[in-house]
């Protein structure tokens, strides 16, 4: 199985909706094209900062059709999954890897609380309903309210052939080297998850990451990555700290509304985010615009 492709800076890109909640398939293609034009290495469709616990499946089969079309094999299209039901976990899996998808990534269940020897089974029955493509197991305690451990992480990576990699979104570096250094006899990709982290990611091991700072500053957060891959570190460094303030200053608004409000301020047609959440308020927003101005991205 070909894994060559999964690194460097993937987006989970905001999903732009129209007056009824529907994707807006003229700027979903315009956003699509954005991060390609950026620099960018992958789309990740419906992740958080897609806002996939607001999408039907039969929309989101409507957009991973229209982003295949818009990416036109031009960078790796991976589809996320967060449902709480392993069947429907299943049929997510299924369509998307009939429509293109180059992998797919699984969130652990939120609300729910399953013990190890339950998420193990969740992770394989999905994997092994799609044995020829790849699949990263996405960690995201801050939404689920509990963490994956290092050693179930190693377990579904030596016994699951393709569970192939790990989006860590925990922020707990030992976690993310761990999962890295245990993992290496099986090429096991290891993703940072937090924006600014990306840096300290890409020192213990990590291939890239995936950052939602690219839908909206995609030279800066591509900087990190590519500089560091070229040998650069110091200017990988501080190509992380430019960024940081900015990414810093989208915690004071609704997740995840900045994404969307940073690229409206970065003159892209984002649109408003699903209901309940509102754009972001005056002054956060405000805050946010003094950030970006000061980093020289508007």
Not at 98 to 106: D, H, L, P, R, T
Not at 214 to 223: D, T, Y
Not at 248 to 273: Q, Y
Request: include cysteine.
């Amino acid at each position: 199985m070909n894994t060559d492709f999964i690194k460097g800076v993937v987006v989970p890109m905001i999903t732009p909706i129209d007056a009824d909640e529907k994707i807006d398939e003229v700027n979903f293609r315009k956003q699509i094209d954005y991060l390609i034009e950026g620099g960018m290495h992958g789309i990740l469709l419906f992740g958080s900062n897609g806002e996939f616990y607001q999408i039907e499946e039969d929309e989101m089969e409507r957009g991973l059709k229209i982003a295949m079309d818009q990416a036109a094999g031009r960078l790796p299209v991976y589809f996320g999954i967060g449902a709480i039901n392993t069947k429907k976990c299943v049929r997510l899996a299924k369509m998307a890897v009939a429509n293109g998808a180059a992998a797919v990534s699984i969130l652990q269940p939120m609300f729910i609380h399953p013990n190890e020897t339950e998420l193990y089974q969740h992770f394989r029955t999905i994997a092994e309903a799609i044995p020829d493509t790849p699949v990263l197991i996405y960690n995201n305690p801050g939404r689920t309210g509990y963490g994956l451990t290092a050693a179930l992480i190693t377990r579904l990576a030596h016994e699951v052939e393709n569970i192939v990699g790990l989006k860590d979104t925990s922020g707990d570096m030992t976690l993310t080297e761990e999962c890295v250094r245990l993992n290496r006899d099986v090429n096991f990709k290891v993703f940072g998850g937090k924006d600014t982290l990306l840096y300290c990611s890409l020192c213990v091991g990590g291939v890239g990451g995936v950052c939602t700072a690219g839908n909206f500053m995609p030279e800066l957060i591509g900087a990190v990555y590519e500089k560091f891959v070229a040998g650069d570190p110091a200017g990988s460094l501080e190509a992380q700290f430019k960024l940081n303030p900015v990414r810093l200053s989208m915690d004071k608004a609704t997740f995840p509304v900045a994404a969307k409000d940073m690229a409206i301020l970065r003159g892209l047609d984002a649109g408003v985010p699903y209901l309940p959440t509102l754009p972001t308020p005056a002054p956060v927003l405000e805050n946010i615009r003094k950030c970006m101005h000061e980093a020289d991205l508007i």
